[in-house]
């Protein structure tokens, strides 16, 4: 299997900026693509951001284009969601995933972190 554990968290006020970070560790990291999902309380996982095996290719949800950043650094076995002009309705519970396969659907993602909360006072 893959670990992954996703930190920096926290509480913002509407326009700061976060920068989420997801460490991983068990099978080869850059043999995978991640992405980004949140979910907020009594609402469906929604797609935040995914990026590919070499961090050539990202694709974004409309609602934070613009504004968050994904990234990876394959050597550090990590991969990053800057997160800027952040909004009341970012706040979430944030989860960093991984797939064999480049995709914004969370059924075809295979390993997944615990969550890390985020919190965008208004």
């Known amino acids: 299997q893959v670990q992954l554990v996703e930190s920096g968290g926290g509480l913002v006020q509407a326009g700061g900026s976060l920068r989420l970070s997801c460490a991983a560790s068990g099978r080869t990291f850059g043999n995978y693509a991640m992405g980004w999902f949140r979910q907020a309380p009594g609402k469906e996982r929604e797609f935040v951001a995914t990026?590919?095996?070499?961090?050539?290719?990202?694709y974004y949800a409309d609602s934070v284009k613009g504004r968050f950043t994904i990234s990876r650094d394959n050597a550090k076995n990590t991969v990053y969601l800057q997160m800027n002009s952040l909004k009341a309705e970012d706040t979430a519970v944030y989860y960093c995933?991984?797939?064999?396969?480049?995709?914004?659907?969370?059924?075809?993602?295979?390993?997944w972190g615990q969550g890390t909360q985020v919190t965008v006072s208004s």
């Open positions: 990026i590919n095996w070499n961090g050539g290719t990202t």
């Open positions: 995933a991984a797939t064999g396969f480049t995709t914004r659907e969370a059924y075809r993602y295979d390993y």
